[in-house]
């Protein structure tokens, strides 16, 4: 009964090398979210999809591409793993009302670690 | 643009003391403002938010806050920390376009 759900709950892997994370939310939500946390604690927005439509790309490289097959799913594919991406990345849902007054419902997280 | 300036990235409190976290924001537009919780190896739990209705919002867990416009903050407080209250706390501003922007979080400390 996980309202948001992330796997793997942790990944270890090589540089050079392509990883997936996978989200999930059974809230009926509209909206999901990639957030990157960095080793400071410090979180940033990566994307945000609308029905499965991207709405928010702010400036993340193209190795990190989002795919949305339907609205309660949202994955994260990273290409060429740097030593950079390790940090934890967790997923959010909400459902749009108006004016960004929406409460954001956050995955367990992810702790991606490049080596 | 918005942005949220948390003051003190950790506080130390004595067990039954009061806690208070501080979170100025910055908002060209009437901001929405949001305290969330996270516990060591978890995800960000929602503790309150302030939506423009009343100016003191109270929370999960005993938390509450205040919207000062005047000060632009929006400060958490809670009347007796709780060794369990220890965890990072972050404000955060929406941007819109269902857009947070995070503080650099606190993190509390309670001394038994």
């Known amino acids: 009964d996980t309202a948001v759900s992330q796997t793997p709950k942790y990944l270890v892997t090589q540089m050079g090398n392509d990883k997936s994370i996978k989200c999930e939310q059974n809230?009926?939500?509209?909206?999901m979210y990639w957030y990157k946390q960095d080793s400071k604690k410090f979180l940033k927005i990566m994307f945000s999809y609308n029905n499965k439509e991207l709405i928010i790309n702010e400036t993340v490289p193209n190795r990190f591409s989002p795919k949305s097959p339907d609205k309660a799913h949202l994955n994260l594919h990273i290409n060429s793993l740097e030593l950079g991406d390790s940090a934890v990345y967790f997923c959010?849902?909400?459902?749009?009302?108006?004016?960004?007054?929406?409460?954001?419902?956050f995955g367990p997280g992810t702790r991606l670690l490049v080596l | 643009a918005q942005s949220v300036t948390q003051l003190g990235s950790h506080v130390s409190v004595s067990e039954g003391a009061l806690v208070l976290l501080r979170c100025n924001y910055s908002s060209s537009v009437p901001p929405y403002l949001f305290w969330y919780v996270q516990y060591p190896n978890q995800g960000l739990q929602l503790l309150l938010k302030?939506?423009?209705?009343?100016?003191l919002v109270k929370g999960i867990n005993g938390f509450e806050a205040e919207f000062k416009k005047s000060e632009t903050s929006f400060h958490l407080t809670k009347p007796s920390a709780h060794m369990s209250d220890a965890a990072e706390y972050f404000c955060a501003v929406s941007g819109g376009a269902n857009n947070l922007f995070f503080g650099t979080g606190t993190r509390l400390t309670v001394i038994p």
């Open positions: 302030y939506t423009s209705a009343a100016t």
């Open positions: 809230l009926g939500h509209d909206t």
């Open positions: 959010a849902s909400s459902q749009v009302v108006s004016g960004g007054q929406e409460t954001q419902y």
